[in-house]
């Protein structure tokens, strides 16, 4: 009698243990998704003053970020940055450096959209997508990388006009039973 409630006790706490150790791993990877979004946001349209010349600053602005809303896994939203590299050191959103050769028509590429998760049948029950990034290789192709799984949503929605261009991302996070949601806003430098 006097271990049968211990153990019910035990087993709860132990279940609610896993449940705050889930939510603060996804909170941890949201947070990760967001810097690399919004380091790509702040770097949209950069233009290296060094290699300006007539040919690159014709650029449309327009094609520096483009965000297609409802084309994703759930609706979610894509976003597509283009920018030159800087003088110093550049990553692009899986960590590689930016070099000359991970360029395309002299800009880097980064996009962010969900889909599917890879190697899960269609009829299975998933918890969320994946969540893409998509950079040029050595060879200016581009690749898809996964960033992380059990992204449910991801929007991401111009804020009312200001001196910089904001952008408010979201991501909500499948957690299986519950959902959470990460929103921060980012302020594009280059972009007017």
């Known amino acids: 009698m006097l271990v049968g409630p211990l153990l019910k006790v035990s087993g709860e706490m132990l279940v609610k243990q896993v449940q705050l150790e889930q939510s603060q791993l996804a909170a941890a990877q949201a947070n990760r998704a967001l810097e690399l979004i919004g380091r790509a946001i702040r770097m949209a ?3 290296n003053v060094r290699t300006l010349d007539v040919k690159k600053s014709k650029t ?3 094609a520096l970020l483009e965000i297609q809303k409802g084309v994703g896994l759930n609706r979610s939203d894509t976003i597509f940055i283009k920018h030159e590299i800087s003088d110093g050191i550049d990553f692009d959103c899986i960590g590689n450096t930016l070099t000359k050769d991970r360029t395309k028509n002299h800009l880097a590429h980064q996009g962010f959209f969900l889909e599917r ?3 899960v049948l269609k009829a299975a029950r998933i918890h969320g997508g994946s969540l893409m990034c998509q950079s040029l290789d050595r060879q200016g192709r581009l690749q898809n990388t996964t960033l992380m799984n059990g992204v449910h949503y991801l929007a ?5 006009p200001s001196p910089q261009k904001l952008f408010k991302v979201t991501i909500q996070m499948d957690l299986g ?3 959470s949601e990460f929103t921060r806003t980012f ?5 007017h």
């Open 156 to 160: 991401i929605e111009g804020v009312a």
């Open 177 to 179: 039973k519950s959902t």
């Open 187 to 191: 302020a594009s430098r280059n972009l």
């Open 60 to 62: 449309p602005k327009q």
């Open 117 to 119: 998760q890879a190697g």
């Open 45 to 47: 349209g950069y233009i």
